[in-house]
């Protein structure tokens, strides 16, 4: 009797080991939603600036797990292949083709490399040419395109460097490039799991306050840094169209080069030490000197010098201290800008001016001019001309943003305020200013007859009508020269081609009509087609969709975009169907901005894993990008209120659908990606309202995020309570509905650590809760290998059909 009862007990246990672990293979979804899913990508289109030529990228609509599994080192921030010297991450285009704009096929380029894996793309300054990089297996060579001929050829072998992003630069003469290449003597990479320490890691603090956030691949110790130092050094070197190779410059950290507008100058960044274990790469030591393009190269002057900068004062309106922002000036020969922060970058310290902008000319031996003090922080600047030009500024805690005029000749005149306005108030939004290509092809403002133009998104109560003014630089009047009217269809204004002829670049697109470019004339508003892309998802052009609109009960306005069935009876409503919503919550600082709608029912419906959108193939109502606004106005700050509100959210969401007489109450699932899986994980724990939920790759601790999450620019210490409140990992007990955790395993988010989703679901287990966690395979914070993105539908579509549905 004892042995019968002893294996009674190990069966037991054995029968509860294997529940708890599933080896499954990889699943496809359903016949409908695979479908869907297995889709042929449109190419990306680039047109010259002439709009003469068009570039068609072509890549696969998934990366495959093979491409995942690379060599891959993860250093200061970044995931590298040390092989290639290229990121791990990297999106590949897989072909090519060229169109003149008035012809109606596309010429495919010849001469491009076997099996190409093209990246960095990018047209000569007289758009004559085009660049690219094709990755190997052993490196990244760089390849050229003469437009006219639309035939590549080979300049340089596998020993480009773009650890650091795109390894050239084109020169202005259009014949010559400046090139990132690696060391011959490099060193080998030293691999840290075979190489003994020689001691221990010792990290100290000064104590200086910061607010650093929780950044991923750091680097750890002495051979990271060695690592490091080897992986981002390059030899700069210029090759001409020949593929001659000219020495310009020794091996150094480069991090950046930039050319003055008129060719005679480099400006050339280099990465300094100390490097740091607790920030990325960008917040390392830098030196920033400009160079005559000549060979070699002269100095003329180190113009920024940047310490590492390890301490940021707390608050999103916090910068370092020095100079930032510095570029060229578009509209200049050779004249640098930047800017200087007045409060020593600190937000919290009282300053009538927050920065000072200021213009530098070649060759730096005389002062920088000071040309604008900014009430709040520096936000950016477009240049005109000598006399003209636009610079804005903002402020985070209040969500203002101000916009100014100003003459750089002239500091002495008085910068006019032209709009002064919520960043949040898509309503007010005036859009943005065009620009046009200078002598320098350069993009400055475009200026006719002393106007000014903008492109506005057209974001009303009424709904989108997208619209182009006419604003005068003498009046500071505005006069709408065009606002789209369509009803039916969704018209995006690109850019203004001819000012003239009133000939504007836009793309064209409808529930059921794939994104097209168009001409369209605004004088007589005919409409020259482009581009013909079809629709690859045919077979729910018949699926309902539209806009609801409903109200939070205390009164906000919320929207979401509800789609139901093919064929569904909205007028008897019959069968009540299971509903799914798809949100992400977005912080507000008022309740007007808030409730403002920026959906619109005519954007072409676009599959994708990112949503629900389709389950409404397989008999689900979805309400897509459903409205969760988190509202905190005046001194109060909007999480101090986040779970009512979150909560309030996603009743008037349910009760709106329900109203419309669509469906079952009882079966409502909840789901959201990162912030939004966040969301799913606090409704499941505070609320009824759900009978499931899918949470993917979310953070559920917040005290493993203690310096600040999404808008949430308080430390743990600072409200401690709030933390805890906010953390589903805290109120792990009270979560009783089934959850579906889904994260990447080799998630690179700040904040959204594998580890948050492993833990989580470790105390959900032990809790009792009904929990299923699915780790993807080499998969970061978003989701890119196609056998991973199958599976994943089908993990949802079992657990929705299991928890939901049934």
């Not at 969704?490 to 000012?499: G, Q, W």
């Not at 994104?515 to 690859?536: D, V």
């Not at 209120?641 to 909840?670: C, E, H, P, R, S």
């Not at 395993?745 to 989580?760: I, K, V």
């Amino acid at each position: 009797m004892k042995n019968h009862f002893l294996l009674l007990f190990v069966f037991c246990f054995l029968a509860t080991i294997t529940v708890a672990q599933e080896n499954l293979s990889y699943q496809k979804p359903s016949a409908t939603i695979l479908a869907l899913s297995d889709y042929e990508r449109a190419p990306s289109v680039s047109m010259d600036s002439k709009k003469e030529y068009m570039l068609f990228s072509y890549r696969s609509t998934y990366k495959s797990l093979e491409d995942l599994n690379q060599e891959e080192i993860r250093l200061g921030g970044l995931r590298i292949n040390p092989i290639t010297n290229i990121g791990s991450a990297m999106n590949y285009i897989s072909n090519l083709k060229i169109r003149k704009v008035a012809d109606k096929t596309e010429t495919q380029i010849k001469g491009l490399p076997d099996n190409p894996k093209i990246a960095y793309v990018s047209w000569s300054p007289n758009e004559n040419k085009i660049a690219f990089t094709n990755t190997i297996a052993i490196g990244v060579e760089l390849w050229v395109i003469d437009v006219t001929t639309a035939t590549a050829k080979k300049l340089t072998q596998a020993n480009l460097n773009a650890n650091l992003g795109s390894p050239y630069s084109w020169m202005k003469d259009n014949e010559t490039l400046l090139l990132k290449m690696i060391p011959k003597n490099r060193p080998n990479i030293i691999d840290s799991k075979k190489d003994l320490p020689k001691g221990p890691t010792v990290s100290s603090s000064d104590g200086s306050k910061s607010q650093n956030r929780t950044y991923p691949d750091l680097l750890k110790n002495k051979t990271d840094e060695t690592n490091f130092e080897t992986l981002m050094t390059s030899e700069l070197n210029k090759v001409n169209l020949n593929g001659d190779i000219y020495f310009y410059k020794e091996a150094n950290m480069y991090a950046g080069e930039s050319f003055s507008p008129d060719g005679n100058f480099v400006m050339i960044t280099t990465i300094q030490k100390p490097f740091s274990y607790i920030v990325p790469y960008s917040r390392f030591p830098l030196k920033t000197v400009v160079y005559t393009t000549d060979t070699p190269g002269k100095e003329v002057k180190i113009v920024n010098e940047v310490p590492l900068n390890e301490v940021i004062p707390k608050g999103f309106s916090s910068v370092r201290k020095g100079k930032r922002s510095m570029n060229w000036r578009a509209d200049k020969p050779a004249t640098l800008a930047y800017v200087v922060a007045l409060d020593e970058g600190d937000q919290a310290k009282k300053a009538d001016f927050r920065d000072e902008l200021f213009s530098w000319n070649a060759p730096f031996t005389n002062e920088p001019n000071s040309l604008l003090k900014t009430q709040q922080r520096f936000d950016g600047v477009i240049w005109g001309n000598e006399n003209i030009a636009i610079v804005s500024d903002d402020w985070y805690d209040t969500r203002n943003t101000k916009t100014y005029l100003i003459n750089p000749s002239n500091p002495n005149q008085a910068p006019k305020i032209i709009s002064d306005r919520n960043s949040q108030d898509i309503y007010s939004d005036p859009g943005n200013f065009e620009t046009k290509r200078n002598e320098y092809n350069r993009y400055v403002l475009a200026i006719e007859n002393n106007n000014v133009y903008l492109i506005g998104n057209g974001f009303t109560k009424e709904g989108q009508f997208p619209f182009i003014d006419e604003y005068n630089l003498g009046t500071l009047k505005s006069k709408r020269l065009y606002t789209s009217a369509f009803k039916d269809k969704k018209e995006d204004l690109l850019s203004i081609e001819d000012f003239k002829k009133g000939e504007v670049l836009v793309q064209i697109q409808s529930k059921n009509e794939f994104p097209n470019y168009y001409f369209r004339s605004l004088k007589t508003k005919k409409l020259t087609q482009l581009t013909n892309f079809k629709n690859p998802f045919e077979s729910i052009k018949n699926v309902h969709k539209e806009v609801i609109k409903y109200k939070r009960k205390d009164g906000v306005d919320l929207s979401g975009t509800l789609y139901l069935p093919d064929g569904y009876d909205r007028i008897k409503k019959t069968e009540k169907l299971p509903l799914l919503i798809w949100a992400y919550p977005a912080e507000y600082k008022d309740k007007n901005s808030a409730g403002q709608n920026d959906k619109n029912p005519n954007e072409f419906t676009f599959p994708y894993y990112g949503s629900f959108v389709y389950w409404v193939t397989k008999g689900y109502a979805v309400l897509d990008d459903a409205s969760f606004p988190i509202i905190g106005e005046g001194t109060t700050e909007p999480n101090d209120t986040f779970m009512m509100q979150l909560v309030d959210d996603a009743a008037a969401a349910i009760d709106a659908v329900d109203n419309l007489g669509y469906i079952n109450k009882k079966k409502v699932a909840i789901g959201g990606h990162s912030y939004g899986a966040f969301m799913t994980a606090n409704l499941l724990t505070h609320c009824n309202l759900f009978a499931c939920g899918i949470a993917r790759s979310g953070a559920y601790n917040r005290t493993l995020t203690p310096f600040g999450f999404q808008s949430e620019q308080r430390n743990y210490w600072d409200v401690p309570s709030i933390y805890n409140e906010m953390s589903p990992f805290m109120n792990a007990d009270k979560m009783k509905t089934p959850l579906l955790l889904v994260h990447g395993d080799a998630d690179n988010n700040p904040g959204t650590f594998t580890l948050q989703s492993e833990r989580y679901f470790q105390a959900l287990k032990n809790l009792g809760a009904p929990i299923r966690l699915v780790l993807l395979p080499k998969e970061a914070h978003s989701y890119v290998a196609k056998e991973n993105i199958l599976h994943l539908l089908w993990e949802q579509d079992q657990f929705l059909e299991k928890y939901l549905k049934n």
